[in-house]
């Protein structure tokens, strides 16, 4: 059998069409393809509302009953599930409207909105961790940022195919500590390059080779962040005393102000009373 | 092929994987049937690769062909494939290019007649590179064969009529008829066209899927060669 170009396009455009006869989805256009699935704009019929519906082969169904276990503001909620004529199976979720993180950093976002976005995924992972699911493929790939600033984190659990060297840690294996790992790559990866130095040490001390002199979870990496924010002393960072000094005089430039203010004011009145 | 409408029960036709993987089948008793599958899927990719490469006439690439997969394609192997370090597409295409390089340095001894003469080419003028010809055979021969499968499926399985919709509609080169036409020219209803179209389309591709998986190493080599074949 000898086929032709367009006779070839054809057939991998049809085979794989999955086959929602019976379903109450519509399918509408292709988002795009993972390592394990494809993943379709689709309509529910019978909620007259749009969905994303990910169609994968057989065998990983339990995907979406990790995700579908997973309730957080930082992961996307699954719908349902089901089995195509085909024997491959899918789950139909919320539809994010948004960016990748990695597209959403070429807009430029000021390095508050950046950290934000490794905040709410650190939130989501910590959630996570505390229903015993890794993630074990954090990545900007698996990040999405929503039109509204909403963070979703996607591909939970699942051993990416072709696996993003840069973000794994390097031990191989996957626990907690191999997810700070890739959280911190996420940190390095969305700083600008001049970002300060205390977030800097942050993401080195996360992405640590050692596991052990990592922080311990994320909730630890992202109090540090916190720290940072408030200009408080970063765990991550021992500072110089004039870096220090400098970081004080900034946390408390108000009150500095009041008291040189107050002593320029004594010296005046200094000066008015001896006279 | 066991008839997976009789192999298995229940509804909707689903295949069971009667394929077993390279590995498995190297590894057992079964090398000879893993070598024809090799050969049916491959050497037609082996053989245009060949021929881009190193710009040979059409005899001459038919016959370094010939001579890797009657030389080349020992049971060692299958025994040397390392699914870690390179997928079996990727192996075969290396062991081809040493094969071909022996030759190389075997007809330049000989100085005249018995070696081939090569002239290296590392890309065709329109950009395709002979790794992306390669490819590209290869995707086009999966298809066929994922073809064949599906009409030997429905001769066995009498299901003539859902064959020449398919082959009428999904396999028609110029103009597609349309779903009334066929449902006249058959006649059947034209739900039936469509659902006659959509088994045979994912009873292909379940073919197809089981093609993949006797020419690869797992579950993991299987999922990645999938996507390429959609990428
Ligand atoms: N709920 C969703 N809403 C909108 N787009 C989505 C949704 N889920 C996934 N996508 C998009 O679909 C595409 C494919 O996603 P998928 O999760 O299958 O794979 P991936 O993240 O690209 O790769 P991998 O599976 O290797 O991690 C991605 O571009 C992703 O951003």
């Given at each position: 059998?000898?086929?032709?170009?367009?006779?070839?396009?054809?057939?991998?455009?049809?085979?794989?069409?999955?086959?929602?006869?019976?379903?109450?989805?519509?399918?509408?256009?292709?988002?795009?393809?993972?390592?394990?699935?494809?993943?379709?704009?689709?309509?529910?019929?019978?909620?007259?509302?749009?969905?994303?519906?990910?169609?994968?082969?057989?065998?990983?169904?339990?995907?979406?009953?990790?995700?579908?276990?997973?309730?957080?503001?930082?992961?996307?909620?699954?719908?349902?599930?089901?089995?195509?004529?085909?024997?491959?199976?899918?789950?139909?979720?919320?539809?994010?409207?948004?960016?990748?993180?990695?597209?959403?950093?070429?807009?430029?976002?000021?390095?508050?909105?950046?950290?934000?976005?490794?905040?709410?995924?650190?939130?989501?992972?910590?959630?996570?961790?505390?229903?015993?699911?890794?993630?074990?493929?954090?990545?900007?790939?698996?990040?999405?940022?929503?039109?509204?600033?909403?963070?979703?984190?996607?591909?939970?659990?699942?051993?990416?195919?072709?696996?993003?060297?840069?973000?794994?840690?390097?031990?191989?294996?996957?626990?907690?500590?191999?997810?700070?790992f890739s959280l911190g790559a996420l940190l390095q990866f969305v700083l600008p390059a001049d970002a300060p130095r205390a977030l800097c040490a942050i993401s080195a001390k996360a992405m640590h080779a050692d596991?052990?002199?990592?922080?311990?979870?994320?909730?630890?990496?992202?109090?540090?962040?916190?720290?940072?924010?408030?200009?408080?002393?970063?765990?991550?960072?021992?500072?110089?005393?004039?870096?220090?000094?400098?970081?004080?005089?900034?946390?408390?430039?108000?009150?500095?102000?009041?008291?040189?203010a107050y002593a320029a004011v004594r010296f005046f009145l200094f000066f008015i009373g001896t006279r | 092929m066991v008839d997976p409408d009789t192999a298995i029960g229940g509804a909707g036709d689903r295949f069971p994987s009667t394929q077993l993987s390279l590995l498995e089948a190297a590894a057992g008793a079964l090398p000879n049937e893993a070598l024809e599958r090799v050969i049916a899927l491959y050497w037609k990719p082996v053989y245009a690769f060949l021929r881009f490469k190193w710009r040979l006439d059409n005899e001459a690439a038919k016959d370094l062909t010939q001579g890797f997969f009657a030389n080349a394609l020992e049971r060692d192997f299958f025994r040397r494939f390392d699914p870690a370090k390179a997928g079996f597409r990727t192996y075969l295409r290396m062991a081809v290019e040493r094969f071909a390089a022996n030759e190389y340095a075997a007809g330049r001894r000989q100085k005249r007649g018995g070696g081939v003469e090569f002239a290296e080419m590392e890309e065709r003028s329109d950009g395709e590179s002979p790794e992306d010809v390669y490819f590209r055979e290869w995707r086009r021969q999966l298809f066929a064969l994922a073809i064949d499968d599906l009409r030997a499926h429905c001769e066995a399985s009498g299901r003539l009529t859902e064959w020449r919709v398919f082959e009428a509609y999904d396999l028609a080169d110029e103009s597609r008829p349309s779903y009334a036409d066929l449902a006249r020219r058959h006649e059947i209803a034209e739900t039936s066209v469509t659902n006659y179209l959509a088994w045979a389309r994912r009873t292909m591709r379940a073919l197809l899927t089981d093609r993949l998986r006797g020419v690869t190493s797992g579950e993991r080599e299987l999922r990645e060669e999938m996507r390429r074949v959609w990428s």
């Open positions: 059998m000898e086929l032709s170009d367009s006779v070839l396009q054809h057939l991998r455009e049809v085979v794989d069409l999955p086959d929602l006869s019976g379903t109450r989805y519509e399918l509408e256009s292709e988002i795009g393809r993972g390592g394990i699935g494809v993943v379709y704009a689709a309509r529910d019929r019978d909620l007259d509302r749009r969905v994303a519906l990910k169609v994968m082969d057989a065998g990983w169904a339990g995907e979406a009953r990790l995700i579908a276990r997973l309730e957080h503001p930082g992961i996307v909620p699954v719908h349902e599930s089901g089995t195509l004529p085909d024997g491959r199976v899918f789950y139909a979720m919320k539809l994010v409207a948004g960016k990748r993180a990695d597209r959403y950093l070429e807009d430029h976002p000021s390095l508050g909105e950046r950290l934000r976005v490794v905040q709410r995924v650190g939130e989501a992972l910590a959630y996570a961790h505390s229903c015993g699911v890794l993630h074990r493929d954090l990545k900007p790939q698996n990040v999405m940022v929503g039109a509204f600033g909403e963070v979703y984190v996607m591909d939970w659990g699942v051993d990416g195919v072709a696996g993003t060297p840069a973000f794994r840690a390097p031990e191989g294996g996957f626990d907690q500590r191999s997810d700070v596991p052990a002199a990592r922080y311990p979870d994320a909730g630890a990496m992202l109090a540090d962040i916190w720290r940072f924010q408030e200009k408080l002393a970063v765990e991550a960072y021992p500072e110089s005393i004039g870096e220090r000094v400098r970081r004080f005089a900034k946390r408390n430039e108000v009150m500095l102000w009041l008291l040189a | -």
